[in-house]
């Protein structure tokens, strides 16, 4: 599977992006999208995943710095997988990646980098002050 990364900006605190992620291939059956980031000086960080088995089931994971900010969606006709963030924050900064992977178990929770196997490229979101 191959990921597209887009939606990334620069916007004043308090703003909202909404990143895309498109998938090509296969992401039906049991699988995991989410979303890192990685700011200047500092290591990637989980920040959001979904997991699905159907069409109708999927589970959402959050970091707790984006908890009630973010909202990671999916959308099956589109095969594209989205991180809305509102409110963002100066420390939002960060180039953001998608990953994604086939996995067994759709009811644990998938929050490390080597939970996923296909990654895209990043986009960089910028939130100044």
């Known amino acids: 599977v191959q990921l597209q990364a887009s939606g990334g900006g620069s916007v004043q605190a308090g703003g909202s992006l909404r990143l895309s992620c498109a998938a090509s291939g296969r992401t039906a059956g049991n699988y995991v999208m989410g979303w890192f980031r990685q700011a200047p000086g500092k290591e990637r960080e989980f920040v959001a995943a979904?997991?699905?088995?159907?069409?109708?089931?999927?589970?959402?994971d959050y970091a707790d710095s984006v908890k009630g900010r973010f909202t990671i969606s999916r959308d099956t006709d589109k095969n594209t997988v989205y991180l809305r963030m509102n409110s963002l924050k100066p420390e939002d900064t960060a180039v953001y990646y998608c990953?994604?992977?086939?996995?067994?178990?759709?009811?644990?929770?998938?929050?490390?980098?080597?939970?996923?196997?296909?990654w895209g490229q990043g986009t960089l979101v910028t939130v100044s002050s």
């Open positions: 990953a994604g992977r086939t996995i067994r178990d759709y009811r644990r929770i998938y929050s490390k980098e080597s939970d996923f196997g296909s």
């Open positions: 979904i997991r699905w088995a159907n069409i109708r089931t999927h589970y959402e």
